[in-house]
């Protein structure tokens, strides 16, 4: 299956994910609103979520990814299950225990992350009380993420692209009908975590038995001895500090929020998840695919296919990021008033949070260039320099912080995320290009014209459509405010994309390189 083809079929799950996603926020804005006590679910969440992308689906899949596919290309079949087993039976007693820590040391570790909240007893004492709840939900992830990592590896991208529906579902149905019930329907929330971890591990299993890898537990001394183990924790050291320094950046964010004004971190997750939505569609999307590819063709030699598909992938990233991130600059304040005002989400939540997307549509193309450029050094098994430039990279955002916070409050935190993603992958992709291992293919230039040009058009035209609505106001009925953003929203992409055809560009341009 291609890149593009595998690519597509991901980003297509994905989007059922992000549209079930969108669901669940836009239930949960309208029922909860921006209020100290959602600002509490939003901090406990983060918690587990953080050491979720720490340890499972970051520093892990990292290590894991590269290591799986070398020795199912060197070792067979049979090595690799006694390989899967024994990475099975030291991760899983580790990410228990690490969950029993998390319930013990919860009132520490909400300090750490949003010490404002301490000034409100009432918010610091739900924060805690929710964070004990879900804090085991690390345990079901980390699995899921081994799991998607091996099927990934074997091909099988839909059904780890389609698991998070799972938890979105499981937020839906909470809401819906267990939270009317309930004396402190925020509790509702956290039952739906822990729901949507079971579910999303139960998922994946008929699908690992599929391909016989269902991981047995085993003894952890024989695990422990194993070469390839040892490896992958090797790889892992430097990785966990990579992954902890974007993590350190969220967490202190995080914080700066909590001393801001009332629902300031619920505003910010929200233009989060806005952000959130072009990122997963093609940046994790791409890098799914691309992680398993990459590091074939470089166990295998190929170096020309890894240059070729490393220089496909960037130049969809170009293609589909660029548009998203004006779309996103454009119609942020309309986009934020249809999926989550109304109810007890005001105007005045709708303004705050859409200053937040227009501060994380500044860098939008730098967080989806991430997902390709960083996996091609992971490939390599180069984990250190991605970790280097991720410190970097924090720097920049806590030094950005010092101006864009005092001017703009949680907009210049996610304008700082923003600016910071792109000295990341800008960094990472210089460095590809001065060490010889990425060499662009012809062509970039007339390709980069095109979509700068198609991109300005769409800017303007979507600018027009919108002269005299005031979206924050709130005065259209929903179904009005829906019928307007979704119109504009298709008439922004048919003029983006009518702008590239006049320019000169063909679906065949989308044609991977050969072999990929």
Excluded at 46 to 70: D, H, I, T, W, Y
Excluded at 232 to 259: D, E, R
Excluded at 460 to 471: D, P
Excluded at 503 to 512: E, N, S, V
Aim: hydrophobic share 55%; with cysteine; aromatic share 10%.
């Amino acid at each position: 299956m291609s890149l593009l083809r595998s690519a597509a079929s991901v980003s297509l799950l994905t989007l059922l994910s992000r549209i079930t996603g969108v669901i669940r926020d836009m239930l949960i804005s309208r029922y909860f609103g921006a209020t100290i006590e959602t600002d509490a679910f939003y901090v406990a969440f983060r918690l587990p979520n953080m050491l979720r992308r720490l340890f499972a689906e970051g520093a892990f899949q990292q290590a894991f990814v590269p290591m799986v596919a070398s020795v199912r290309a060197t070792e067979g079949e049979q090595r690799t299950k006694a390989f899967v087993d024994h990475v099975f039976s030291v991760l899983a007693p580790s990410v228990v225990a690490v969950s029993i820590l998390g319930v013990l040391f919860a009132p520490v570790l909400v300090w750490l992350i949003a010490s404002g909240l301490a000034s409100d007893a009432g918010g610091f004492a739900l924060a805690t009380s929710l964070t004990r709840w879900m804090f085991p939900y690390i345990a079901f992830m980390s699995l899921v993420a081994m799991s998607a990592a091996v099927l990934n590896t074997y091909r099988k991208f839909r059904v780890p692209a389609f698991t998070p529906v799972l938890l979105n579902l499981s937020f839906i149905g909470c809401s819906l009908l267990l939270a009317p019930h309930l004396s402190r329907p925020i509790y509702a929330l956290a039952a739906a975590v822990i729901l949507g971890g079971c579910l999303q591990l139960a998922f994946q299993v008929p699908a690992l038995r599929r391909i016989g890898m269902i991981p047995k537990f085993g003894s952890l001394r024989e695990a422990s001895g194993d070469k390839n183990v040892r490896s992958v924790l090797k790889l892992m050291a430097p990785a966990l500090f990579g992954v902890a320094v974007a993590q350190l950046s969220i967490l202190i964010n995080t914080n700066i929020a909590s001393h801001l004004s009332r629902g300031a971190v619920t505003w910010l997750h929200y233009a989060d998840l806005l952000m959130e939505f072009p990122t997963a569609l093609l940046g994790v999307a791409l890098g799914t695919v691309m992680l398993p590819s990459l590091s074939a063709a470089h166990a295998a030699g190929d170096e020309a296919r890894y240059n070729g598909l490393l220089d496909h992938g960037l130049r969809l990233v170009v293609l589909f990021g660029i548009p998203a991130a004006v779309g996103l600059f454009a119609m942020a304040e309309g986009l934020v008033a249809f999926l989550f005002g109304g109810r007890a989400f005001s105007g005045a939540d709708v303004l705050q949070t859409s200053y937040g997307v227009v501060g994380y549509s500044v860098g939008l193309i730098g967080l989806i260039a991430l997902k390709i450029v960083a996996p091609a050094f992971y490939a390599r098994k180069d984990i250190r320099t991605p970790v280097k430039v991720a410190a970097l990279s924090l720097v920049c955002v806590q030094a950005i912080n010092l101006v864009s916070v005092p001017l703009f409050a949680q907009a210049g935190l996610a304008l700082s995320v923003g600016l910071g993603s792109l000295v990341n992958s800008g960094t990472l992709l210089y460095l590809l290009g001065r060490r010889g291992i990425y060499r662009p293919l012809p062509g970039w230039g007339k390709h980069f014209f095109r979509i700068i040009a198609a991109s300005f058009l769409m800017l303007a035209v979507l600018l027009g459509l919108q002269w005299g609505e005031h979206w924050a106001q709130l005065s259209d009925p929903w179904l009005v405010r829906a019928a307007k953003v979704l119109g504009m929203v298709a008439a922004g992409a048919a003029v983006y994309g009518a702008g590239l055809l006049l320019l000169g560009f063909r679906p065949r341009d989308l044609r991977p390189p050969r072999g990929s």
